[in-house]
Structure formats: C-alpha cells, structure tokens
C-alpha cells in the first residue's frame, strides 16, 4: 500500500519541477567510444544500461578495436550506431595510416552496412599523419562512395588545414571533433561559414578534461554561445567517456570512463538547459539525425 502512495508523491513532484524534466529529455549522445580498455572496467551489458538510464535515443560509437563498437550495438540495438575506426588493432591510433588492411576493412564493413560513419581520425600538431596520406585520403573516397559522415579531429593551431579538407570535399558530412581547444570560437566560424557540409562537437570539453567552452558554472563562454546561436543546426554534443586523457591516468590499467557517465552527462545538459528550447533540442537531438540522414 505504501509504495503506491510514495508513486503519487513522485510523480506529484516531478510535475511540479520542470527542471527535472528537461534532464530527462531524450539525448543523442553523439560522440562515445568503447575501447579494449574500456572493456576490462565496463561490459557492452552495463555500458547499454548507463544510457538507457540515461534516456540516450541514439548515439554514435567509435571502437579501438573497431568491432567493438559493433559488439555494442548488438548488445543494445539500432540506436547504437557504430563508425568505423580505422585503429583496427589495440595499438592502431599508432600505425593505422601505413596499413592498406584499414582499407579492406573500412570497405567491406560500410558495405555490409555495419557501420554509418567514419571515425574517430585524430590528427595531433607536429605529430605523423598529417591529412594527405594516403590511407587519409582513400577514407575520405569510401566516405563519399558510402555517403557516410566522417568525425574528425584535427588538432592544429588554426581552421585552415580542416578548412581545406572541408572545401575539398562538399559532398561529405564532416564533423569536427572537440571543438574549444586551439581552434577558437573565430576559427570555427570560418569553418561554418565557408562549410556547409560541416558540424561541430562539444564532446570532452568538460572541466575535468580539456575544457575551453564553458564558465565555472558549466553554461557555454559568451563567445561560444553567440556562435551556437548563430548556427544552431550545426552543433552536436557528446560525453566521450575516454578517462586515460587525464594526468592521473595510469596506462597499465583499464580505463574506467563509463563509470564517471552522471557527471559528462550532467554538464553537458548544463549548457545545453541555458540555451533557449529550440536551440537546445537541435543540438542534444535533431541535428545528430541530419548526420545521418543519407
Ligand atoms: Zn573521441
């Protein structure tokens, strides 16, 4: 008898607190990862669970092993959509633009209709690969001959080496990863301006990691919200739980990302519950969809 009184009471404040609500809007978490090291701290079953309690409608996954990101998709389903990561081996981030087999397989994977995207390609200033090589560029081609997106993140100390990748191929959906690093809210401007077939992602920009989008109190720098709302259809948001980023990270451990998920989450509803309701639907929803839309 109780616990249906207590059900009442529930349901009788959560009506009356629409701050609660807009928490529980649904979410396209668009930016996560699912590494071999993840593994070891986290299965497929708990990651699924973490955002379904989440109210995660869709997301977009990257594996280091790629498959691993098809293994969560079967554990979950098809709001689970999995890129192709061209680190096709544990140790791939480090080798993947000399080995032709990332081809092979990014080939037949987006055949088969296994994978939707491409991606997560980092490419770090001063650092091999640059963005001619030719594993790089024979991506690029499967991008366009699958239309798929590609979710890139280029790490250089202006717009134009993405400029330039962008402008090169109209066709292709490019989502520049990590935006608020050393590419400034004027640099991405360029990008969106010159680039319509380009969106940008907040993704591990939270204070615990890199930072460089928001205020103390978690709601966007003024410079970043003026652009989001200039461009409000061409910014998504993720919570890419990849915790060996940080310095007290030890790497012959696993890495327990997933298990800080409430706190990714919370800040990024944060900014996104400061902005006005149709902006912030676009971003924690609909403008994922339009990615993937073919
Ligand atoms: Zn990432």
Not at 85 to 96: L, N, Q, T
Not at 123 to 152: C, H, S, W
């Amino acid at each position: 008898m109780y616990h249906i009184k207590y059900l009442f009471l529930i349901l009788f404040f959560s009506a009356i607190q629409p701050g609660n609500l807009s928490a529980a809007e649904i979410f396209a978490d668009s930016h996560i990862h699912y590494n071999w090291d993840h593994r070891e701290e986290t299965s497929t079953q708990e990651v699924v669970d973490i955002l379904k309690k989440h109210n995660v409608g869709l997301t977009i996954v990257a594996g280091t092993p790629s498959e691993l990101a098809l293994e969560l998709r079967e554990k979950g389903g098809d709001w689970i959509i999995p890129f192709f990561s061209p680190y096709i081996h544990e140790a791939g981030k480090r080798d993947w633009y000399m080995d032709e087999q990332v081809i092979k397989n990014a080939d037949s994977g987006l055949k088969n209709g296994q994978y939707f995207g491409i991606g997560e390609v980092h490419f770090m200033n001063g650092f091999q690969p640059k963005t001619d090589n030719r594993i790089f560029l024979q991506l690029i081609e499967l991008a366009g001959k699958y239309r798929v997106p590609m979710l890139i993140h280029i790490d250089s100390g202006n717009e134009i080496t993405f400029q330039k990748l962008c402008l090169a191929n109209p066709d292709i959906k490019m989502i520049f990863a990590h935006a608020g690093g050393n590419l400034r809210a004027e640099h991405i401007e360029k990008i969106l301006s010159r680039c319509d077939n380009v969106w940008i992602d907040f993704a591990a920009r939270d204070p615990w990691r890199y930072g460089g989008i928001s205020k103390e109190d978690h709601t966007l720098l003024p410079e970043w919200k003026t652009l989001v709302l200039k461009y409000p259809d061409r910014f998504i948001t993720g919570t890419d739980p990849v915790w060996k980023v940080t310095r007290w990270s030890t790497w012959d451990t696993g890495d327990e990302g997933w298990t800080h998920y409430q706190k990714l989450y919370d800040y990024h509803w944060t900014w996104l519950n400061e902005l006005p309701e149709e902006v912030r639907q676009k971003i924690a929803w609909k403008n994922t969809q339009a990615i993937l839309k073919k």
